[in-house]
């Protein structure tokens, strides 16, 4: 079974949120990068960029498949994870810390409500 | 879906499945493709392909059936050898691309899973009555053993068994009172093994290669190594109406024989032609090509490709790709449609990795 942390919020297309104030971390889960496989490209959209919530903001790419990413929250991107760039398997390795892929200044607190937490996450999957 | 015997093991081994042709097969273990790749380039690893068709050709009329069904030169094929070779039927249709090796009175073939029952279905309907076909493909099972390690590591297992072994020899040996057969061939571009044995010597054998450090890899890791290799694969670069000339494969038309079926075929003009070319690319922007994307050399679109990956080895996206023969350019610039984007490739020779020889 893969780890899901409880602290985290999550969607049903496997990225995780992590909250703090009003900055979401985002990433994939240890489900999603493991139905990838080993990921090689992680492309997104640029900084500043506003989206709404699931508006896709990039793809994920590993040997076999390639895979939209969807932003969990409503907001303006503030910091991208540069790291994966060169590192892209840390999405593999470390997908909860080391491999965050945005950082999402929040527009709309709201957008919480709809997301899922662990354990109904764990039955998504 | 069908099993091969080892199929606990790959559980146990924690792999992921799919479905390949059919089979059961482990696409990676948690190591995953880039690191069973690594190993595969660096040691040694090993793959279960006991998926692939096993079939004899038995019985007087053996040799002259070779003869009449394959583009082969028979008698540069000695006892003990190999070669690669195709199977193309009476209507110029390729039915497969296989292996035969050459025993004193016989003749094994390693065919295609995914072809098996046609390729044996045409082979009976073309044969004489002094012909076997014998599928042997599920009371054996076969490994690919592979990377600059194997042979040492082989040699010092088996006192030395396969150390006077070419590349494309083969040769039956005794492991516990067991009888393996033992190639020198492969599919990753690296020196290696391929060996066949009885299903119920499976799990030794497993045991064996595990105790000495050879690591069991799947075939997502197989299919970036032969992509690497400039190697073909049937249903991508080999399809039924290719013109084995336009895929690179001219030098497997040697037959001179009057007995062959294609003889007429393969020494025509219309094949020497050929429209097309199989090129390597090398993708410079980020993105992995992949199969029926097309290729464009400025607005026009000249061909597509037929097998993409990211090459672990040379750390950029690569792709093989059929384009019309006069685009065959080496270090022309073309552009790969990929979804909804371009990706910019140069166009190289084939194979992308060739190892070092000792």
Redesign the interface.
Known sequence: MSEIPNNLKYSKDHEWVNIEDNIATIGITLHAA?SL??I??I?VSSLNQELKQFDKFGEI?S??A?SDLFVPVSGKIVEVNEELEGNP?YV?DDCYEKGWIIKVEISNLDDLTTLLNSSEYEKII | MSKTIFYEQHLDNNA?MVDFAGWDMP??YPL????ESNIVRNSSGFFDVSHMGRVEIRGNGAESFIDKILPIDINSLKIGSAKYTLLINEKKEILDDLIIYRFTDYFLLIINASNTVEDINWMQSVKGKEVEINNITSETGMLAIQGPDVIKIFNSILNNAIEDLGRYKFKNILIENNDIFVARTGYTGEDGVEIIFKSEFGYKIWELLINNGVTPCGL?ARD?LRIEAGLHLYGHEITKKSNPIDIGLKRLLESESSKYINNDYIHSENIKKGLFSMIGLVVTD???PREENEIYYKDSVIGKVTSG??SSTLRR?IAIGIVKKDFNIINNTVRIKV?DKFLNATITKLPFYKRSKK
């Open positions: 493991e496989g080993d090689v490209y492309d790419e040997v076999k390639v398997e593999n | 992921k696409i990676n995953g493709i880039i690191k997502g970036l980020r993105g992995i990956t990211h996206s979804r």
